[in-house]
């Protein structure tokens, strides 16, 4: 079974940034397609990113395009999550999902087979 921990969430100021990290187990990780969503409390749970498994696509919620940026290291078996221009409405758990298929993505949750704990991200105003 495979498994992903999400890391670098924690308490930044508007117009801040941070990194978040996702490490897959290698049997899940190389070919599969990687995404990133958030869930704020009582919101649905909304996708942020995914990447193809050989990083060829990579689609963006419209709330993020053009501050955050997703990308993957297939030998460190790890996705990142770079958020820059972080605003309060950003604020969320974020979780690493993934799925076997790694040609294709979705913005869709129910659409992904494996999903990490989550990491909480706080932006304050």
């Known amino acids: 079974q495979g498994q992903l921990v999400e890391s670098g969430g924690g308490l930044v100021q508007a117009g801040g940034a941070l990194r978040l990290s996702c490490a897959a187990s290698g049997r899940i990780f190389s070919t599969y397609t990687m995404a990133w969503f958030r869930q704020a409390p009582g919101k649905e749970r909304e996708f942020v990113a995914a990447?193809?498994?050989?990083?060829?696509?990579?689609p963006y919620g419209d709330s993020v395009k053009g501050r955050f940026s997703i990308s993957r290291d297939n030998v460190k078996n790890t996705v990142y999550l770079q958020m820059n221009s972080l605003k309060p409405e950003d604020t969320a758990v974020y979780y690493c999902a993934a799925d076997r298929n790694g040609l294709a993505t979705s913005s869709s949750p129910t659409w992904y087979s494996f999903w990490g704990q989550g990491t909480q991200v706080t932006v304050s105003s």
């Open positions: 990447i193809t498994s050989n990083g060829g696509r990579t």
